[in-house]
C-alpha cells in the first residue's frame, strides 16, 4: 500500500517571513486532519529552510530541499550539499526538475550522482522525469521519460529504488496551465511502473510513489487522484497559496 504524497515545490518563491506565514497556515490545517491517509511535504527555497526546520520539527509536515550538489562538501561555490540538508532535518530533496534540467544543463549522468549521494546520507530523492512538447508531439514521450528513469537510477540496488520516489511532471504542463489529462498521466505512470518492475521486480514497483507534477491545480486534483497509478502531487504555482494547497492536500 503505498500512502500518497502532495509536495509542494516553492521553486524560487517567498522571504522568510512569507514562508513562516505559509508553513504557519498549513500547520492549522494539519492539525484539523486530512480527508484520509495521505503525506504532506514542503520544499521551500534554500533560505527558507533553516527557519522552517524547527516549525515543521514535531509536525505531520516534511521539509524538503529543491536541489542540492552531490558531494559531502568542497570547493563548490554557491552549492549546498546533502551533509547540509540532513543537518537541519530535510527529509526529501527534490532532483532533476526540468528547470534544473533546462535552465541550469543538468543531464541524466549528474542527477544519477546526486540520487546515489541523497540516498547515502538518507534524505529521499524526488527524481523528476518527463518529456518536453515536441518530444510529445514526436511520440517519443516514453521513450525520453523512461530514458530519463533508467539513466537516473543507474546502479541502484532493488533496496536503493525502493528509496527513491518518482515524479512525472511533463514539461509543457509545468507553470502552464495546461495539464495532461488523466488518462495520459495514467498511461505514463503505468508505464513507469512497468519499467520499474522489469529492473527491480514487482515488489519495488508497487513500493515507489509515482507523483505527477505539472499544473494540479484544486481543480484538478481528484480526477488526477482517482487513477491507480497515480500516488500524489508535485504542485509548484498552487502550492504557494495555503487555501489551494490545502484543498490539493485533501483531494477527495
Ligand atoms: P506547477 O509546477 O504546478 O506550477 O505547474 C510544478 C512543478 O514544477 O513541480
Known amino acids: 500500500m503505498r500512502t ?14 512569507e514562508a513562516v506565514e505559509l508553513v504557519e497556515a498549513l500547520l492549522t490545517s494539519a492539525e484539523q486532519g486530512y480527508a484520509s491517509e495521505r ?7 534554500f533560505t527558507a529552510l533553516y527557519p522552517l526546520a524547527p516549525l515543521l520539527a514535531d509536525s505531520s509536515i516534511a521539509l524538503g530541499a529543491q ?15 546533502p551533509v547540509m540538508l540532513k543537518d537541519i532535518g530535510c527529509r526529501y530533496v527534490i532532483l532533476g526538475h526540468s528547470e534544473r534540467r533546462q535552465i541550469f544543463g543538468e543531464d541524466d549522468a549528474l542527477i544519477n550522482r546526486k540520487v546515489h549521494a541523497a540516498l547515502k546520507h538518507g534524505l529521499t530523492p524526488v527524481l523528476c522525469i518527463g518529456e518536453t512538447k515536441p518530444q510529445r508531439d ?3 514521450a516514453e521513450t525520453v521519460t523512461l530514458g530519463q528513469l533508467r539513466a537516473s537510477l ?11 520516489v518518482l515524479a512525472y511532471e511533463p514539461v509543457w504542463a509545468i507553470g502552464t496551465g495546461d495539464t495532461a489529462t488523466p488518462a495520459d498521466a495514467q498511461a505514463m505512470h503505468a508505464a513507469i511502473r512497468a519499467a520499474l518492475a522489469s529492473d527491480y521486480g514487482q515488489d519495488i514497483a508497487d513500493a515507489v ?4 507534477g505539472g499544473s494540479v491545480k484544486p481543480d484538478n486534483v481528484d ?8 500516488d500524489g502531487a508535485l504542485v509548484g ?7 489551494q494547497f490545502v484543498r490539493i492536500i485533501n483531494y477527495q
Not at 510513489?209 to 505527477?212: A, D, E, G, M
Request: proline share 6%.
Open 4 to 17: 500518497p504524497l502532495i509536495a509542494g515545490n516553492w521553486k524560487m518563491y517567498k522571504t522568510v517571513a
Open 39 to 45: 503525506e504532506v511535504l514542503v520544499c521551500p527555497p
Open 67 to 81: 536541489n542540492m550538489y552531490h558531494a559531502d562538501e568542497g570547493a563548490f561555490t554557491g552549492e549546498i550539499s
Open 138 to 140: 514526436a511520440g517519443d
Open 154 to 164: 543507474h546502479g541502484l540496488s532493488a533496496t536503493q529504488a525502493r528509496g527513491v
Open 209 to 212: 510513489r509515482v507523483l505527477y
Open 223 to 230: 480526477a488526477l487522484m482517482a487513477q491507480p497509478d497515480i
Open 237 to 243: 504555482g498552487a502550492s504557494l497559496k495555503a487555501d
